[in-house]
């Protein structure tokens, strides 16, 4: 297993008093591995059909089996997707008020950063 790939939790962790009942036969996709006094750990972010992620936490890989419904996939591609639109609509609006304060402070002959220090003093309510 590897990080990005979708799993579903099959079995508890013996060491642990195993997993919460809730969370056995999730799934969810594998964020990152560790090592865990020289056990692999996963850290996991739990995945439902809808796209929504219901929590995370870690577990170790031999408690995680690779999902193969493609069902999981389409819904963690449509969750990228959204997370990507979110974050690249983000980034305009950065973008856009970057610019807007260089236009204004270039209209009153300050820098840029001078603006920015006038605004977050103005905002301070």
């Known amino acids: 297993m590897k990080e990005g790939d979708i799993v579903r939790v099959v079995k508890p962790h013996p060491g ?5 009942i ?3 036969y999730e799934v969810g996709w594998i ?9 692999p750990w ?3 972010h739990t995945l439902a059909l809808d796209d929504s992620c219901g ?10 089996a690779l999902e193969p419904a493609p069902e999981w996939h389409a819904a963690k591609a449509r969750r990228d997707a959204h ?16 610019a807007l304060v260089a236009a204004v402070a270039e209209k009153h002959g300050v ?8 605004h977050a003093e103005l905002d301070t309510d």
Request: glycine content about 10%.
């Open 16 to 20: 642990m008093g195993g997993v919460h």
């Open 22 to 24: 809730d969370i056995l």
């Open 31 to 39: 964020e990152k591995i560790l090592q865990v006094d020289s056990v």
């Open 42 to 44: 996963a850290q996991i």
């Open 55 to 64: 929590g995370s936490g870690g577990i170790p890989l031999d408690c995680l």
């Open 83 to 98: 997370i990507e639109k979110y974050l690249q609509e983000s980034l305009e609006r950065t973008r856009r008020r970057k």
């Open 111 to 118: 820098s840029p950063e001078v603006a920015e220090r006038i």
